[in-house]
């Protein structure tokens, strides 16, 4: 049974550039999760999403930061015209029962702006 | 506002030196209390998940324990391969996510 997949594993964006950030939860779950660590700073929610529904964007920056989960294919969280603050892992977790008992986490992605 | 703290940030023990690390927190509402394993470039593996006062679960040398205002991880007789950083985190009634605390980077020297 596959864990969590993310890709790529690294990403570098020069400013103003669009970043794709790609996740497959594993098989069975239905209930995908993105959070973001920052140098130095600890992991921060970003969004909840369930197939083809946003559930919770409350951690998402208003601005530039968009995630879908399709009915088909992986969730992919979107930053458009990325800055250097937007430097930091990415990481997609996903459960089964939506209530975050037991959510594994994907092995992230560390975007670069340069 | 619902808060978890980790205590110490940093933890250093020789091959074998048992010590705990400590998770206070402030919640309203716990669903539940996570343990997660971080190592440098990969993404957190889940260890434990508790749920009320009382709680306690073990794993290899790891043990967690959780009281109403703190959990603890107790490591016994560490090996340098637990090195590692620790992070725990709440699920409460109000949202849809976990909430970490900073995190405590141990290193076991042998």
């Known amino acids: 049974n596959a864990g969590v997949m993310q890709n790529p594993r690294h990403l570098v964006r020069r400013r103003g550039q669009e970043a794709r950030l790609r996740c497959s939860p594993m098989?069975?779950?239905?209930?995908v999760y993105w959070y973001r660590q920052l140098p130095e700073e600890g992991l921060k929610f970003m969004v909840y999403?369930?197939?083809?529904?946003?559930?919770?964007e409350s951690g998402m920056p208003k601005e530039r930061f968009s995630a879908e989960f399709p009915k088909e294919g992986p969730s992919i969280l979107r930053i458009q015209q990325v800055v250097r603050g937007d430097s930091a892992a990415y990481f997609c977790?996903?459960?089964?029962?939506?209530?975050?008992?037991?959510?594994?986490f994907g092995q992230g992605t560390r975007l670069t702006v340069v | 506002e619902d808060q978890v703290t980790q205590s110490p940030e940093a933890l250093r023990l020789q091959e074998g030196e048992s010590s705990s690390l400590n998770c206070s927190y402030t919640?309203?509402?716990?669903?539940?209390l996570f343990w997660y394993r971080q190592d440098p470039g990969k993404g957190p593996e889940f260890l434990f998940t508790l749920y009320s006062a009382g709680e306690e679960k073990e794993k290899e040398r790891l043990k967690a324990t959780l009281t109403k205002k703190e959990s603890f991880l107790h490591i016994t007789a560490p090996k340098p391969e637990d090195s590692a950083t620790y992070l725990c985190a709440f699920d409460n009634n109000a949202g849809n996510m976990l909430t970490f605390g900073g995190g405590t980077r141990l290193m076991v020297k042998p």
């Open positions: 999403l369930q197939k083809e529904n946003i559930i919770d």
């Open positions: 098989k069975g779950h239905s209930h």
């Open positions: 977790a996903s459960s089964s029962t939506g209530l975050n008992t037991e959510a594994f």
């Open positions: 919640v309203s509402g716990l669903r539940g």
